[in-house]
């Protein structure tokens, strides 16, 4: 099973800054299969990243993945006050299909 | 508009069993790839079992293996989990997603909460 290890566990920001959140893999992620997620209180998953780097749609570019192997990244530029949620890695490029734990981006 | 409306939850004892249920609209769900994602209370996502468009792919997390069995039904638009022997620590907000792009879930439902207690 690959073990995705979500870091930092909070982030602080101020909106306009730039967020920074990293996704480690224990192993090789097959095809760079990586996906993340955005979440708010109360409301399902939102799908920002798929395959590592594609946007997907209907997703600000504000928003962009970078990555492949076992270190991926997912950076959004210019923080709005809807970005600030918690933000889930997967990787689906083998079973089990793995989540991170996910990354708490909140209002400094 | 694509819409997933998931349905089945509820309180079950341990040991017992539930089957939830999946209805798709919007999309041609036979084309699809599908997905149950499970959140507890307070905490992560977890994925739970995945199918392919035709059923000839499945897969499941460690955690239900023996005990879970998703399917679904093409020409009802429907996907399915039935959860037999159930846990304590099966308690969460079941969500079901739209698979896309080898895996990735694009659309997802509001979720059916399954609660395991005595």
């Known amino acids: 099973e690959i073990v995705l290890t979500q870091s930092p566990g909070t982030l602080s920001l101020s909106p306009g800054e730039r967020a920074t959140l990293s996704c480690r893999a224990s192993?090789?992620?097959?095809?760079?299969?990586l996906a993340w997620y955005q979440q708010n209180p109360g409301q399902a998953p939102r799908l920002l990243i798929y395959?590592?780097?594609s946007r997907a749609t209907g997703i600000p570019d504000r928003f962009s993945g970078s990555g492949s192997g076992t270190d991926f990244t997912l950076s959004i530029n210019r923080l709005e006050p809807e970005d600030f949620a918690v933000y889930y890695c997967?990787?689906?490029?083998?079973?089990?299909?793995?989540f991170g734990q996910g990354t708490k981006l909140e209002i400094k | 508009e694509v819409l997933l409306v998931e349905s089945g939850g509820g309180l079950v004892q341990p040991g017992g069993s539930l089957r939830l249920s999946c209805v798709a609209s919007?999309?041609?769900?036979?084309?699809?790839?599908m997905n149950w994602v499970r959140q507890a209370p307070g905490k992560g996502l977890e994925w739970v079992s995945y199918?392919?468009?035709?059923?000839?792919?499945?897969y499941y997390a460690d955690s239900v293996k023996g005990r879970f069995t998703i399917s679904r039904d093409n020409a009802k638009n429907s996907l399915y989990l039935q959860m037999n022997s159930l846990r304590a620590e099966d308690t969460a907000l079941y969500y079901c997603?739209?698979?896309?792009?080898?895996?990735?879930?694009?659309?997802w439902g509001q979720g059916t909460l399954v609660t395991v207690s005595s």
């Open positions: 997603a739209r698979g896309v792009f080898g895996g990735a879930s694009d659309y």
């Open positions: 919007g999309f041609s769900f036979s084309s699809y790839a």
């Open positions: 199918t392919s468009s035709g059923s000839g792919t499945i």
């Open positions: 192993q090789t992620v097959s095809s760079n299969y």
């Open positions: 395959g590592a780097s």
């Open positions: 997967q990787q689906y490029g083998s079973s089990p299909r793995t």
